[in-house]
């Protein structure tokens, strides 16, 4: 019997474009899943690898569910905020020790004492950031901003990037020094290509998750559908499946999903073009390309047709459709596209994406009951 996961009904917010469900079934995940568990009955700090969209959220909470630890799950997104923010979030602050610090407040490793606190993102973590980081590990307590009394803590640290972190310790942007403190256990998360028998239990997981959403009972997958969810890269991991599945779900006819529903395009893993194995015509060229050869073809045709502003068109365009994709995080869609946060908040209130400046302070974070959460 597969074991699946995924988060709780209470788990509010997603911190990022992160996967729902986790499933074991391919021999790889089985692996996985025993190694997981066997660290979850120790102490270590654990650092989560892998691409977006391959569940490493899930596997920080099934470690925390493993581990015995009576104290709360809480899970950060480092990337989502700014480094002022950061850091009175993480460590918490006094009255009075910054401009709108009204009232004295726990940070997150204070809110998950006892407990088990998820780090995602974690390579986003600026170098004075990373200091206290590693500073927290070695000495187990926290100081306040505008506090010198420390705070014993008891939390189980689990963190999680999906960039090389080797790389960016060569590059000069993350410390070893605190790399070897946190993966004194490592779990690597391999994308869902990898896993392929983990593929059509997790598309027929999400058919009956939407299906009872969309009141459609019983909806089965065609064989030449079955040979296109396989033969597919999923360079978006199971959050791509998830979404591939919902809109096949929409769009299919009499209780089956064929082929012609799944709405995909991409390269097998190894840069080979996706053949498809079964009836149905073969991708056009322009699909089989890569995305940026896609979309040069496609400026190629605006600029032949002589379209009007193209310029100040596809600037708009691509602010929008990042602003979308990131849930209009501002702080995501600014580091998505390579731009500072004030030059992105210049071109968002030329489009008419967002009004008036928000209150000081505030930013991203909305606080209830002493917790913050990324929106």
Request: contains cysteine; negative net charge; hydrophobic residues 45%.
């Amino acid at each position: 019997m597969n074991k699946v996961l995924t988060f709780p009904d209470s788990a509010g917010m997603a911190l990022s474009i992160r996967a729902k469900a986790l499933l074991f079934h391919d021999p790889r995940s089985l692996a996985l899943l025993e190694q997981v568990e066997r660290i979850a009955h120790s102490d270590a700090t654990v650092l989560v690898i892998g691409e977006t969209g391959t569940g490493k959220e899930l596997i920080a909470r099934h470690l925390h569910a493993q581990s015995g630890r009576t104290g709360p799950f809480v899970a950060v997104n480092c990337g989502a905020f700014s480094e002022s923010l950061i850091d009175a979030e993480l460590f918490g602050h006094e009255t009075g020790a910054f401009t709108g610090a009204t009232q004295a407040r726990a940070g997150w490793f204070e809110a998950a004492n006892g407990g088990t606190l998820f780090l995602d993102e974690i390579g986003d973590l600026s170098p004075a950031l990373q200091v206290k980081l590693l500073r927290v590990l070695q000495e187990r307590q926290v100081v306040r901003l505008g506090s010198r009394r420390p705070v014993a803590l008891d939390v189980r640290l689990v963190a999680a990037t999906n960039v090389d972190l080797h790389h960016a310790i060569a590059a000069e942007r993350f410390r070893a020094d605190l790399y070897y403190r946190l993966s004194v256990a490592t779990v690597n998360l391999p994308p869902l290509y990898q896993r392929p028998g983990d593929i059509l239990p997790l598309a027929r997981h999400f058919i009956q998750v939407y299906g009872s959403r969309l009141r459609q009972a019983d909806v089965t997958l065609a064989p030449a559908a079955e040979r296109a969810l396989l033969a597919y890269d999923w360079p978006g991991n199971i959050r791509e499946l998830e979404n591939v599945i919902h809109y096949a779900l929409i769009v299919c006819r009499d209780g089956r999903i064929d082929a012609d529903d799944l709405r995909m395009g991409g390269r097998l893993p190894g840069g080979r073009t996706a053949e498809p194995s079964y009836d149905a015509p073969p991708l056009p060229e322009d699909i089989a390309a890569s995305p940026l050869e896609r979309l040069e073809a496609l400026l190629g045709e605006l600029l032949e047709t002589g379209e009007a502003a193209l310029f100040d068109t596809v600037e708009e365009r691509l602010i929008r459709t990042a602003f979308a994709a990131c849930e209009h995080n501002q702080v995501q869609t600014a580091k998505v596209l390579g731009l500072s946060r004030n030059v992105l908040r210049t071109h968002l209130k030329r489009f008419g994406l967002i009004g008036a400046e928000p209150a000081p302070g505030r930013g991203d974070i909305h606080s209830f009951h002493g917790m913050s959460v990324a929106l």
